[in-house]
């Protein structure tokens, strides 16, 4: 079945440390995939996205992901992370280019001071 | 730049009751999709629309419909509510008509508690 796995559930770091959360995919063929961010109370919002292409994908707020077919990751990165990067991460995914997403269960980041 | 609106923000009903969420895409948007979040939980699909036909259904239970109007707005209706139908209600729309893939703008939820 068509899916989307997040690594990590929880993860505590400090100012300027960098940040890798892992996200695998189980789609054959083509494959969308998604980096959301959600800020406590708030929408989800757009980080970044891989339909074809560069497989280095650059987004908002200096984060980066790197789509390797070979191990079926999208794996978010940032090299120096904020405090206001405290939010919880999404990866998704879908198997076409209009449906539906699946998303993975969520990385609960903690940047402390 | 205009964003995806949804209305309530915030909604309190009582068990067995109905409520109606309401979603406005982005102007020129043709294509509407619901998601379904639970506590701590991530988003789950609940169903989607493509100029005004339903496109895909995902886990939405019998007690739930929902339509796209002529002005591509959405209205989810939810009955006989349970209380495990508390969530935070995501719409997202996009357009497809522009050809190509393209990614989907989520508007900021409506709050459903039911109690």
């Known amino acids: 079945a068509q899916s989307v796995s997040q690594h990590n559930h929880h993860v505590i770091l400090s100012e300027a440390a960098s940040l890798e959360l892992g996200c695998n995919y189980s789609y054959g063929g083509t494959v969308n995939l998604f980096w959301y961010v959600q800020y406590p109370g708030q929408h989800l919002q757009l980080l970044l996205k891989y339909f074809s292409g560069d497989p280095l994908v650059k987004g908002i707020k200096g984060f980066e992901a790197e789509f390797i077919k070979s191990k079926f990751s999208f794996n978010l990165r940032k090299p120096s992370v904020q405090w206001s990067d405290t939010a919880e991460y999404f990866c998704a995914g879908r198997g076409d280019s209009w449906g539906k997403l699946q998303f993975g269960a969520g990385t609960q980041v903690v940047v402390t001071p | 730049a205009a964003g995806v609106i949804q209305s309530p923000r915030h909604l309190i009903k009582e068990k067995r009751e109905t409520a109606t969420l309401k979603c406005y895409p982005i102007?020129?948007?043709?294509?509407v999709y619901w998601y379904q979040q639970g506590p701590g939980q991530d988003p789950q699909f609940l169903i989607s629309?493509?100029?005004?036909?339903?496109?895909d259904k995902g886990s939405i239970p019998d007690r739930f419909s929902a339509q796209q109007f002529s002005d591509y707005h959405s209205e989810l209706n939810m009955s006989s509510l349970e209380l495990g139908d508390s969530a935070l209600y995501f719409c997202?729309?996009?357009?497809?008509?522009?050809?190509?893939?393209?990614?989907?703008?989520f508007g900021p939820g409506t709050r459903l508690t039911v109690t």
């Open positions: 997202a729309s996009s357009r497809r008509g522009g050809g190509g893939p393209g990614e989907q703008y």
């Open positions: 102007p020129r948007h043709d294509t």
């Open positions: 629309f493509y100029e005004k036909m339903q496109s």
